[in-house]
C-alpha cells in the first residue's frame, strides 16, 4: 500500500529534473569507463588488465551503497548526498585523468584513489538519487519514471561521449585535462541546478522520517524481510546475466561472423536502439496499465527475463550457424528484451523501497544497489574469462553458445525469482496506488 500523501509527490517535470542528475553521473561514468579506458591502453600503452582492474575496483567500492543510504535516512534530506556523491565522483575521474603523465608507482597510487572515489561518488549519488526518486513518486508513476531516468542517463552518456570525442581531436594531455573537466563540473552544476529545492516540495507533502537506528540494525531489519532477501537474490541473478554479455559481444561478431571493427560497432548502435525502445515501451506500458491486473510490474520483469533468454539461446543457435544468420535482428532483440528488464527492474525496486516505513528507503536502496554493482563487476569479468577458457577446450563457435546458453538460464532463474517474489509491498504491482 502507498504511503499517505505520495500521491502528491514529484510531477512529470520534477521527475526530468532528477533525470538531468542521472544523465551528468552517467557523463562523467563515461569518462573513467570509457574514455579513460582507450586513453590508458593506446594513448599511454598501459596493459588492458590495468583500467579493466580498476573499473572492477569501482564496482566493489559500491559494496558500501547500504552505508551511505543510510547515511541519507539518517540526515532525512537526500538532496546534500546527491550533490556531495557528483562531486566526489568528478574528482576522483579527474584524478585519475592528472595520473597520466607521472611515473608509474604516483600514477597507480593515484589512480587507485580515483578509482575508488569514482566508486563512492557513484554509489552515494545513485542509491539517493534512487531512495529519493522512491519516496517521492507515485506508484502508478514508478515504471514510467524509471524510463525517464534511465533513458536520460543513456543520453547523458551519449553526448558526453560525442563532446569528449570531437573535442579531443587532436589528442594532448592538456586538452583531455580540460574536456573531462569541462564534463565534470558541468555535470557538478547541472545537478546543482537539478535538485534546487526539488527535495523540499515532496517532503511537505510526504515528509519522511529520519531513521532512528543505527546502520546494522537496520539492515538486519532489511534482511529479515522475505521480499527483500529475494529481491536481492534476483537483483543479482539478473545483472549477471545483463552483464556477461557487455564485453564479448562485438569479439564475437568479429570472430564467429568475420566482421569488421567498424561492422560489429554498429551493432553495439543496434542494440542500445533495442535497449532505449525496450525501455520507452515498458515505461508505458507500466503505467499505462496502472491499477489494473495486467499491471503488476513483476510480470514485466518476467516478460524482459524471459525475452533475454530466448534471444541469447537465438545467439548460441547463432554460434553454431555463423555468417547467414541474422545476427543484427537477435541483437536488436535482446537490446530490446533488456530495456524492459531494466526498467521493470527498477520500477519494482522503487515499489519495494518505498513500501518499507520511510526511514528506510536508503538501505534498501542500498543493498540493492550493493548486489547490482557486485553482478555487473562480476558479469563482465566472468563472460570474458569464460570465452577465453572454452575456446581452448572446444571451438570459437562452441565457446560462445556456452557462455551465451548460461547467460540465458541466469535470466531464466532471475525470471522464476522474479514470479516468486511476494508478501506485502512485494507483489511490485501499481495497484497499490488505488489504496
Do not use: K
Not at 60 to 74: I, K, N
Not at 162 to 169: D, F, I, K, Q
Amino acid at each position: 500500500m502507498a504511503r499517505a500523501g505520495t500521491p502528491s509527490g514529484f510531477g512529470w517535470l520534477s521527475i526530468a529534473r532528477l533525470g538531468l542528475v542521472q544523465a551528468s553521473i552517467g557523463a562523467i561514468v563515461m569518462l573513467a569507463t570509457s574514455l579513460l579506458n582507450r586513453v590508458m591502453v593506446v594513448e599511454y600503452g598501459m596493459a588492458a588488465a590495468v583500467p579493466a582492474g580498476l573499473v572492477a575496483l569501482h564496482y566493489a567500492v559500491q559494496l558500501a551503497r547500504p552505508v551511505w543510504g543510510h547515511g541519507s535516512d539518517r540526515g532525512h534530506v537526500r538532496t546534500p548526498w546527491i550533490i556531495g556523491g557528483v562531486a566526489v565522483l568528478g574528482l576522483g575521474a579527474m584524478l585519475a585523468v592528472f595520473a597520466l603523465p607521472l611515473p608509474q608507482l604516483p600514477a597507480n597510487a593515484l589512480l587507485l584513489l580515483g578509482f575508488i572515489l569514482i566508486g563512492a561518488g557513484v554509489g552515494a549519488a545513485g542509491t539517493s538519487l534512487l531512495a529519493l526518486l522512491a519516496a517521492g513518486v507515485a506508484p502508478q508513476r514508478r515504471a514510467a519514471a524509471a524510463a525517464v531516468t534511465w533513458i536520460m542517463m543513456v543520453m547523458g552518456i551519449v553526448l558526453s561521449a560525442g563532446t569528449a570525442g570531437a573535442l579531443l581531436e587532436p589528442f594532448s594531455w592538456a586538452r583531455l585535462v580540460q574536456v573531462s573537466g569541462g564534463i565534470a563540473l558541468s555535470a557538478l552544476v547541472l545537478t546543482v541546478l537539478a535538485t534546487f529545492r526539488l527535495e523540499r516540495g515532496v517532503q511537505a507533502a510526504n515528509p519522511e522520517p529520519a531513521s532512528q537506528t543505527n546502520f546494522g540494525d537496520a539492515l538486519r531489519a532489511v534482511f529479515a524481510e522475505t521480499a527483500a532477501r529475494r529481491f536481492t537474490v534476483f537483483v543479482f541473478l539478473s545483472m549477471l546475466a545483463y552483464s556477461m554479455q557487455d564485453l564479448i559481444l562485438e569479439p564475437f561478431a568479429g570472430i564467429v561472423f568475420r566482421m569488421s571493427p567498424a561492422q560489429s560497432t554498429s551493432l553495439s548502435a543496434v542494440q542500445h536502439s533495442g535497449v532505449l525502445l525496450g525501455m520507452i515501451v515498458a515505461g508505458i506500458g507500466g503505467s499505462a496499465f496502472a491499477g489494473r491486473a495486467a499491471g503488476e510490474l513483476r510480470g514485466w520483469i518476467a516478460a524482459g527475463c524471459v525475452g533475454s533468454a530466448l534471444a541469447l539461446a537465438g545467439l548460441a543457435v547463432g554460434a553454431g550457424v555463423g555468417p547467414g544468420w541474422p545476427l543484427a535482428a537477435n541483437i536488436a532483440a535482446l537490446g530490446f528484451a533488456n530495456g524492459v528488464f531494466a526498467v521493470s527492474a527498477i520500477g519494482a525496486m522503487m515499489s519495494l523501497a518505498g513500501s518499507g516505513s520511510g526511514a528506510d528507503t536508503g538501505v534498501r536502496m542500498g543493498v540493492w544497489g550493493a548486489a547490482q554493482g557486485v553482478a555487473f563487476g562480476l558479469g563482465g569479468l566472468t563472460g570474458a574469462i569464460g570465452v577465453d577458457l572454452a575456446r581452448h577446450a572446444e571451438s570459437d563457435g562452441g565457446a560462445f553458445q556456452t557462455i551465451f546458453a548460461l547467460e540465458a538460464m541466469l535470466f531464466m532463474a532471475a525470471a522464476v525469482m522474479a514470479a516468486r517474489i511476494a508478501g506485502q509491498g512485494a507483489s511490485i504491482s501499481l495497484r497499490e496506488a488505488e489504496a
